[in-house]
């Protein structure tokens, strides 16, 4: 049963998986300074629930994923405010909660110097998952 219930995350193109993969161990070795700090706050079950980093799901890679609750932090650094990269991020979102997940978003700047905030926002988040779930 326990297998089942995650095999959703089992589903990135088999040509296209070998090569994510690379890129999701890449990004673990040389974070941004945002994500070692997010990390920090969300590695060793700090909050209650497991979250894994550069988790592939589908044919993407999220920076977070808790895969208990559904839910996906994103780190966004300047890039990220380009109407092109504005729009690839909202198609990349609404593909993720077709898969039941919630994404959540930070930029850089919010989780290096308003850290106590994205905390509490992620702590409301996985509260409310909870709750829905209960």
């Excluded at 990135?12 to 994510?20: C, E, F, K």
């Excluded at 673990?28 to 300074?33: I, V």
């Excluded at 706050?41 to 208990?68: K, P, W």
């Amino acid at each position: 049963m326990e297998h089942e219930r995650y095999t959703f995350f089992k589903t990135a193109s088999p040509d296209r998986y070998t090569i994510l993969k690379r890129f999701a161990k890449e990004n673990r070795s040389h974070p941004t300074e945002a994500e070692r700090m997010m990390w920090k706050l969300l590695s060793g079950m700090n909050l209650g629930v497991r979250f894994r980093r550069q988790h592939i799901i589908n044919d993407y890679i999220a920076d977070f994923t808790c895969l208990e609750k559904k839910l996906i932090i994103e780190v966004d650094g300047a890039y990220h405010f380009t109407d092109e990269q504005l729009g690839e991020d909202a198609y990349r979102t609404e593909i993720l909660e077709r898969y039941g997940f919630k994404v959540i978003r930070f930029k850089n700047d919010n989780v290096l110097y308003d850290t106590a905030n994205v905390l509490n926002t992620i702590i409301d988040e996985i509260e409310k998952i909870t709750y829905i779930y209960r």
